[in-house]
Antibody, heavy 125, light 107 residues
Framework: QVQLVESGGGVVQPGKSLRLSCAGS????????MHWVRQAPGQGLEWVTV????????WYADAVKGRFTISRDNSKNTLYLQMNRLRAEDTAVYYC??????????????????WGQGTTVTVSS | DTTLTQSPAFMSATPGDIVTISCKAS??????VNWYQQKPGEAPVFIIE???TLVPGVPPRFSGSGYGTEFTLTIHNMESEDAAFYFC?????????FGQGTKLEIK
């Protein structure tokens, strides 16, 4: 079955960096756009970024633009999120999620269908 | 950016009730709305796509309607297992945006 497993979360000081990973299995990873979505404690969902199926196109939320970078390695079926200059307001559970249609993530998205279980990032001194 | 205003933020219902949750967009977004269910400590689950299409495996008591700027999630004959948070998502334009969420509790 389709599965996404995130890793790399932890406690980090403000201004530091962290890299999250998401391993996909059970589907043809290279065919789908992939997203990161986060959820601050007790809050709703916030879309963070998406990368197209081929890695050529990326979109970011304003809150993370210039600090976070999404990337993927289709040979390893793995998605990444490099988070730099972290702030307290970046504290959240970070979910990776697969776009629901193949060929997506470039000029369009159909939203997410399958989500990972999430990895927790805490930014605190 | 497209803002989604979801209401109510909280509601309480009795098993067997009909539950409706609203999601209004700040601009027209065709039918590019999905709905998700999230239970505490779990990842969101995809339940409605393209405003009206039930995701395979989701109980038929769930339904979606709407087009343009107004969308509704309806649960007919609500069951206790439906207690959860519900979120709408617009995927018409980047950045994608979510509604603020509705917490549905059982009376």
């Amino acid at each position: 079955q389709v599965q996404l497993v995130e890793s790399g979360g932890g406690v980090v000081q403000p201004g530091k960096s962290l890299r999250l990973s998401c391993a996909g299995s059970g589907f043809t990873f290279r065919n789908y756009g992939m997203h990161w979505v986060r959820q601050a404690p007790g809050q709703g969902l916030e879309w963070v970024t998406v990368i197209s199926y081929d890695g050529d196109k990326k979109w970011y939320a304003d809150a993370v633009k210039g600090r976070f970078t999404i990337s993927r390695d289709n040979s390893k079926n793995t998605l990444y999120l490099q988070m730099n200059r972290l702030r307290a307001e970046d504290t959240a559970v970070y979910y990776c999620a697969k776009d629901s249609r193949s060929g997506s993530g470039g000029s369009y998205s159909y939203g997410m269908d399958v989500w990972g279980q999430g990895t927790t990032v805490t930014v605190s001194s | 950016d497209t803002t989604l205003t979801q209401s109510p933020a909280f509601m309480s219902a009795t098993p067997g009730d009909i539950v409706t949750i609203s999601c209004k967009a700040s601009q027209g977004i065709d039918d590019d709305v999905n709905w998700y269910q999230q239970k505490p400590g779990e990842a969101p689950v995809f339940i409605i796509e393209e405003a009206t299409t039930l995701v395979p495996g989701v109980p038929p008591r769930f339904s979606g309607s709407g087009y343009g700027t107004e969308f509704t999630l309806t649960i007919h004959n609500m069951e206790s297992e439906d207690a959860a948070f519900y979120f709408c998502l617009q995927h018409d334009k980047f950045p994608l945006t979510f509604g603020q969420g509705t917490k549905l509790e059982i009376k």
